[in-house]
């Protein structure tokens, strides 16, 4: 088994694993997330999925959120509140510019500036839309703090920055639900 690294953010503990890419994609995202989720309850674990699409853990009554790149897989969970995650490649920063209409709305293309922050703000909306767990459309119903806050809005449901940061390779986005 791959090591798996180990961060705490208050109450949220977050494992990060390198994924077995010799597996077909599907498979070793779902065994590698599979593997960290054990390790983190200390006992094996099967994930499933609510009927929102957010995962399961069958006698987890935490909160769980997963993410994952090309090379890493990311599961954050959390006891006592609804915790969303995302990670992505950092190199994937410089096709943002291009993307981000997508999904930021102009004053955040603004305010996240530059390939870098624009990839952090892409994390920030992915991990909010994970913590809400509402059905939100990205560009209009997520709103980043543009003033130095850590509170997003995503469909009117508050949602706090525990991290956004660069980590290795990877930039990782750590939020929760107010």
């Known amino acids: 088994m791959n090591e798996i690294e180990i961060l705490h953010y208050v109450s949220t503990t977050v494992g990060l694993m390198a994924i077995d890419r010799s597996l077909p994609a599907r498979q070793a995202e779902r065994a590698a997330a599979q593997a960290v989720a054990s390790f983190l309850l200390g006992r094996e674990v099967g994930i499933d ?89 990205f560009l209009h119903d997520i709103q980043l703090p543009g003033d130095g806050s850590r509170r997003i809005t995503a469909a009117g449901i508050a949602v ?12 990782l986005s750590l939020v929760y639900r107010r």
């Open 160 to 171: 706090d920055i525990l991290a956004s940061e660069p980590h290795g390779p990877l930039i």
């Open 49 to 137: 999925h609510h009927s929102d699409g957010a995962p399961l853990i069958a006698d987890y009554r935490g909160w769980v959120s997963i993410s994952h790149s090309r090379s890493t897989v990311a599961v954050a969970i959390d006891p006592e509140r609804a915790i969303g995650i995302d990670i992505e490649e950092r190199e994937r920063a410089p096709r943002l510019p291009k993307l981000a209409p997508r999904v930021l709305t102009s004053t955040e293309i603004a305010t996240y500036n530059g390939p870098e922050e624009l990839l952090r703000a892409w994390t920030l909306k992915e991990a909010a839309y994970k913590a809400a767990r509402a059905g939100v459309d």
